[in-house]
């Protein structure tokens, strides 16, 4: 069984981070013992609940050692990079998206957790880390996270291990659904059977259908914060 520990999760609370516009991406470490609900972290909160949390989006999980290639792309802004920057309740050392697969299931102390699907990089990092191209550069990288939805609620505590225990789907990595999202985005065969994934949340599955159907890649400008009114 593979385990990784924890030593704390983090949660955060709507508050302006740019004028006009709230977030929750600012978290902070939370007092435990970590209660997890069905829709996530208590205690945590998020500001847009259109498009972040939610039983698919229960708790985010980024990889620490995403911070080490951060710093060395851009410099300028290594004193952001260190956890919780990119808003996650879940950090770790030795899991990213090359080596979770979607469908994954993790038991946290009593609570059992199933990777649902990646993020989707949005503007929120461009304000988050003041640059315009941030969400941008965070998609391109492959450097997402992901999401957990929950399959049993429970309490965790410190010194207790995030433990891999089931693992439905070991030909989907996170990484190759990025790959197909944002780089071979027309590789028919392969969204065919993403979009046939159980475990896939399913606006991810509806994404690779409406794909499928017609031929278009979806504009990614607004999400990115790319155009005028993104």
């Not at 500001?47 to 990889?63: M, N, T």
Request: hydrophobic share 35%; charged share 30%.
């Amino acid at each position: 069984m593979v385990e990784f520990p924890i030593d704390t999760l983090y949660a955060g609370r709507p508050r302006e981070i740019a004028p006009g516009r709230r977030s929750a991406i600012g978290k902070t470490p939370l007092a435990p013992p970590w209660r997890i609900a069905a829709e996530g972290l208590v205690g945590d909160r998020q500001a847009d609940r259109r498009h972040h949390g939610g039983v698919e989006k229960a708790l985010h999980h980024y990889p620490r050692e995403h911070y080490d290639a951060w710093r060395a792309a851009a410099p300028d802004l290594a004193h952001e990079f260190d956890a919780p920057a990119f808003g996650e309740n879940v950090s770790t050392l030795g899991l990213t998206e090359e080596s979770v697969c979607v469908g994954d299931v993790f038991s946290l102390g009593d609570a059992r957790l199933q990777v649902s699907q990646g993020r989707q990089p949005c503007l929120t990092l461009n304000f988050r880390f003041g640059r315009r191209d941030m969400a941008r550069r965070t998609q391109e990288s492959g450097r997402c996270g992901w999401y957990y939805r929950v399959l049993e609620t429970g309490a965790a505590r410190p010194g207790d291990s995030l433990r891999l225990i089931e693992r439905p789907q070991p030909d989907w990595p996170l990484a190759r659904l990025f790959a197909l999202l944002y780089a071979r985005v027309r590789a028919f065969d392969e969204l065919v059977e993403m979009a046939a994934l159980p475990e896939l949340a399913p606006n991810w599955r509806d994404l690779a259908r409406r794909r499928i159907e017609t031929g278009k890649v979806e504009n990614w400008a607004r999400r990115l914060g790319e155009q005028p009114g993104g």
